[in-house]
């Protein structure tokens, strides 16, 4: 069965604080997503990698940095966490291995972030 | 630019009842389809999907879409809905030509009531 996992289902930090959300698949996708879930706003891309050390910005990158040394994790980091940045963040992985099946996404539970 | 509007934020419905859940998308290329399921406190999972083929779509859970070219719509419908249909459901589009990306409607949370 296809799985994601982020490591944190809950976390609270502190302005300023340097934050690492962890995201492992286990089904040997090629591509990684970290999304941020906000009421009345959808899901918004803030980075995917297409391969490992290989990254893009989405729709809102600012104030966030990406990290894939390896082909099944992919670590969000927030250099310096801010209010605005509470949120529920969503990991999920595709192949691209053809087109048909590129656009599936497998999503992790997602981690829920406050910043006090 | 692409994107992808739900113009209805919540729904409310009795059990039972029949259900439509509306997408309408922008696109200037040809785009695939999808609907996503996010039950409370867990993340998305895919409902259906339509790549090609006929316009009528069928997914998991007795749901079903259909493709509408001309008017740039793909709205999700259930003939009766149950008390454990309660969820949000997001409508995405892929463009055809950047495939491993997906851009997101805000969502429609469908509230089952018995």
């Known amino acids: 069965d296809v799985k994601v996992t982020q490591s944190s289902r809950y976390l609270v930090k502190r302005t300023g604080e340097k934050v690492f959300l962890e995201c492992v698949q286990d089904?040997?996708?090629?591509?990684m997503f970290w999304y941020r879930q906000d009421p009345g706003l959808g899901l918004r891309l803030i980075y995917f990698s297409y391969d490992v050390k290989m990254k893009e910005k989405g729709d809102i990158p600012e104030g966030y940095s990406v990290s894939r040394e390896k082909k099944e994790r992919f670590s969000l980091i927030l250099e310096s966490a801010s209010t605005n940045q509470t949120s529920m963040y969503l990991c999920a992985s595709s192949t691209r291995r053809g087109r048909i099946m590129a656009g599936e996404l497998f999503f992790g539970e997602g981690s829920r972030l406050t910043v006090l | 630019a692409q994107s992808v509007t739900q113009l209805d934020s919540q729904v409310p419905v009795f059990e039972e009842a029949p259900v439509e859940l509306r997408c309408n998308y922008s696109s200037s290329v040809s785009v695939y389809l999808f609907w996503y399921v996010q039950y409370p406190n867990q993340g998305l999972q895919l409902l259906l999907k339509y790549l090609s083929g006929s316009t009528l779509v069928k997914g998991i859970n007795g749901f079903e879409a259909e493709f509408n070219k001309s008017q740039t719509s793909f709205h999700l419908r259930k003939p009766s809905v149950h008390i454990s249909d309660t969820a949000e459901y997001f409508c995405?589009?892929?463009?055809?030509?950047?495939?491993?990306?997906?851009?997101f409607g805000s969502g429609t949370r469908l509230l089952v009531r018995p």
């Open positions: 995405a589009v892929s463009l055809m030509d950047s495939s491993y990306k997906l851009i």
């Open positions: 089904m040997d996708h090629e591509n």
